[in-house]
């Protein structure tokens, strides 16, 4: 490909069929011969028997991509899912080939991608392909979706491109699979958070709101949540277990007990980096890491009803956990004890109630 431009230089290129083409050419001799050997020049003949040389285009650093989009190449959508097996009415998934290509343009190694709108989850079966193919990108996805499909494409779609890169009709159709971790969950959402609510209210209350409209809903926005409802936002008696804690949420139209993970929750609501997470054959759970401060944190989750105060101590010298020490900034612990504890320079103890901590955070305005 000829260009009339500053940058030209001129020397002679031999096509295929041993024709001479003469002109100035954007890329230097030199350049020419390298790209030739890798394979990044192609001859095409005209229909009036020319010759065109084309040459692999660079994209300078900085500069953005024209486009990405070729008609031809982004048509395949829907088939994606049906080689998975996926078959979900009005979903209207994304071509895989082109969140590929999205994702060649947009990211570098060790890059994650953040996909509010998941739908069938094709931004993660790009990144999972995109691993796959070239080794070292060490791709990540965090994917947030609200559909009820989650559970019939989004979450199967992930699972089962980690297992197998080919299917058919839903079938896999090798075993050639990826070294490959995903985690999920369900966030509470504001239904889930109403359905939950028990309000302590006696009969002669209850007759007094309902005796002035206009008084009861001033009273329900200004006082209900505040007071009649927060020992239910905040149940202190999921802190005796935490690992036996239940929410009733709906599900097609029926409410189910769903189990709430105590130990998760925490851990984003003081913003814990983890560094380990361990379950000793004590019973306990043992978690470490740091906060967004850089403080080393130490938390301990036991089931109250099976370890008590003493229990607890003995725990935690027979792990040498030693709360007088420095090893640890902040120590959380859950339930009644009688942990040694100090102040720190802040003036804060250095070990606190689990549920004293996760009260301010859910409540406290900062």
Request: contains cysteine; negative net charge.
């Amino acid at each position: 490909m000829e260009r009339s431009s500053t940058k030209t230089t001129p020397y002679i290129i031999i096509a295929p069929d041993g024709q001479e083409l003469k002109g100035k050419w954007f890329r230097s001799e030199t350049t020419f011969k390298k790209d030739l050997e890798n394979e990044e020049v192609k001859f095409l003949k005209k229909d009036n028997d020319e010759w065109s040389v084309q040459f692999k285009q660079r994209l300078p650093e900085g500069k953005k991509w024209r486009t990405l989009l070729y008609e031809n190449e982004y048509k395949s959508s829907q088939l994606d899912l049906d080689e998975l097996g996926i078959y979900v009415e009005d979903l209207y998934p994304k071509p895989l080939f082109l969140n590929k290509k999205i994702i060649e343009v947009a990211l570098t190694p060790n890059s994650i991608l953040l996909d509010f709108f998941a739908g069938s989850g094709t931004s993660a079966h790009a990144v999972i392909e995109s691993n796959r193919e070239s080794s070292g990108l060490n791709y990540k996805f965090i994917n947030i979706e609200m559909g009820g499909y989650f559970e019939v494409a989004t979450k199967p779609r992930i699972q089962k491109v980690i297992y197998s890169k080919d299917w058919k009709d839903g079938k896999p159709l090798s075993r050639e699979g990826i070294s490959h971790c995903f985690k999920y969950m369900r966030l509470e959402s504001y239904e889930d958070t109403l359905i939950n609510l028990q309000i302590t209210r006696s009969n002669t209350q209850e007759l007094a709101l309902n005796s002035n409209p206009q008084f009861k809903e001033g009273y329900m926005l200004h006082y209900m949540l505040d007071v009649e409802t927060q020992g239910s936002l905040l149940n202190l008696d999921w802190f005796i277990n935490p690992f036996d804690c239940y929410l009733q949420v709906t599900k097609n139209n029926e409410l189910v007990p769903t189990k709430v993970d105590m130990v998760e929750t925490f851990n984003y609501l003081i913003g814990l980096v983890v560094d380990n997470y361990a379950v000793p054959k004590d019973g306990y759970v043992v978690v470490t890491g740091k906060n967004l401060a850089g403080e080393s944190i130490l938390v301990v989750w036991r089931d109250c009803t099976q370890h008590n105060s003493t229990a607890l101590n003995q725990f935690l010298q027979k792990s040498k956990y030693n709360p007088l020490d420095s090893e640890y900034d902040r120590i959380y612990v859950n339930g009644d004890n009688n942990v040694e504890n100090l102040k720190t320079g802040d003036k804060r103890w250095k070990v606190m109630l689990i549920e004293e901590e996760f009260g301010k955070r859910m409540f406290e305005m900062n």
